[in-house]
């Protein structure tokens, strides 16, 4: 059973009972207590959770940025993990399991002039990750960080958009000169997703796992 949080509803319904929606501000405590109370008393202990949710904000330099762009990024990227985090964690410590993964991105990892605050929030996302690794191994939980490259997404596309470089060299520049030339798929991030979240990798917390075509390679 899948149970979605988001603060809008599909655009189509799922088609099947085994997707459950609860529309929400991940940014707000109480709206996200309620939520996973509320997930928990219909369909049972999480055993996965995918934190996912995630806005890369208005491309301006550290001193353009106002205080209004800064809590809002991190509002989003960084509490909202943690909120969701803080909520499900304990029923997976008295299941003693379950996997978590945490959405990051290339920009967690490396630096850029672009977007300063997007990359701020997915380090920290980053770090997040390998404390709460850390901290709740002993109950059988792992938790590991995913950082995509430039995917083929509603959010990339904005972002393209958006830039003063105009979208055509916003891409060149993004993934130009990597050795796999190419925006990712979707479907190549979920691969990844159900790894970690699989027993396949039950020897792996703390991890990052990067799938970029090679962009921090060179």
Do not use: C
């Amino acid at each position: 059973m899948e149970v979605r949080f988001d603060r809008a509803a599909p655009a189509e319904p799922w088609g099947t009972e085994a997707v459950s929606d609860h529309l929400l501000d991940i940014t707000d405590a109480g709206q996200v207590a309620a939520a996973v109370a509320s997930a928990v008393a219909t369909h049972g202990r999480p055993d996965i959770l995918v934190n996912i949710a995630g806005i890369i904000g208005r491309p301006a330099p550290s001193h353009e940025a106002t205080e209004e762009e800064f809590d809002d990024i991190f509002g989003v990227n960084v509490k909202g993990v943690w909120q969701v985090t803080k909520h499900v964690v304990p029923h997976m410590i008295e299941a003693r399991q379950g996997s978590i993964i945490n959405f990051s991105s290339i920009y967690g990892l490396t630096g850029g002039k672009t977007v300063p605050l997007y990359h701020a929030t997915k380090g920290a996302v980053r770090l997040l990750s390998k404390a709460d690794a850390a901290a709740y191994g002993e109950y059988g939980i792992r938790v590991n960080s995913l950082h995509p490259g430039s995917m083929n997404t509603t959010m990339s596309r904005s972002a393209a958009e958006r830039s003063p470089l105009g979208r055509d060299e916003y891409y060149r520049r993004l993934f130009g000169s990597n050795p796999l030339p190419r925006q990712g798929e979707p479907g190549e991030i979920a691969y990844g997703v159900l790894y970690l979240a699989s027993d396949e990798s039950s020897f792996t917390t703390g991890a990052e796992l990067v799938i970029d075509g090679g962009f921090t390679a060179i």
